[in-house]
């Protein structure tokens, strides 16, 4: 016999109680109350396989999201990083928020305060 058998845990009483494995796994499951013999209420308050693996794989997608998350952090501080000029004379760019605009006014700060030379500037193709 392969039936589960507990004690019942209220005190005093003791008294055993068998599930059969399939109502077992059903009340693991479920956490559906049931009673022992006297009548005492009990459940199984443990996880089951089931959340036990829906737990793990809530974990894994917090993980990555975590992630995700740190790397949006990086990449927000590296743009926060290329607003300020590399020249240390105070400028800030503001009030465009794309790392090309960025870049785009910075270069014309550059050229325009520090008499910089545009070397790397992308090159924009005249449109047809
Ligand atoms: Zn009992
Ligand atoms: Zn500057």
Same mark, same amino acid.
């Given at each position: 016999?392969?039936?589960?058998?507990? @004690?019942?845990?209220? $005190?005093?009483?003791?008294?055993? #109680?068998?599930?059969? $494995? %399939?109502?077992?796994?059903?009340? *693991? *499951?479920? =956490?559906?109350?049931?009673?022992?013999? +006297?009548? =005492?209420?009990?459940?199984? &308050?443990?996880?089951?396989?089931?959340?036990?693996? *829906?737990?793990?794989?809530?974990? %894994?997608? !917090?993980? @990555?999201?975590?992630?995700? *998350?740190?790397?949006? !952090?990086?990449?927000?501080?590296?743009?926060?990083?290329?607003?300020?000029?590399?020249?240390?004379?105070?400028?800030?760019?503001?009030? #465009?928020?794309? %790392?090309? +605009?960025?870049?785009?006014?910075?270069?014309?700060?550059?050229?325009? #305060?520090?008499? +910089? @030379? #545009?070397?790397? @500037? $992308? &090159?924009?193709?005249? +449109?047809?």
């Amino acid at each position: 016999m392969n039936h589960y058998e507990c @004690a019942c845990p209220t $005190p005093g009483c003791g008294h055993i #109680v068998c599930l059969p $494995p %399939q109502l077992e796994e059903r009340l *693991r *499951r479920t =956490h559906e109350t049931f009673f022992c013999p +006297a009548g =005492h209420k009990m459940w199984f &308050h443990g996880k089951s396989d089931l959340e036990k693996s *829906r737990d793990s794989w809530r974990r %894994q997608a !917090q993980d @990555a999201w975590n992630r995700i *998350r740190g790397l949006h !952090q990086l990449l927000d501080s590296a743009r926060e990083g290329s607003r300020h000029c590399p020249l240390e004379c105070g400028y800030r760019v503001a009030r #465009v928020w794309t %790392q090309e +605009a960025i870049r785009e006014r910075m270069a014309g700060h550059l050229v325009d #305060v520090h008499g +910089a @030379a #545009v070397i790397d @500037a $992308p &090159h924009v193709a005249d +449109a047809a």
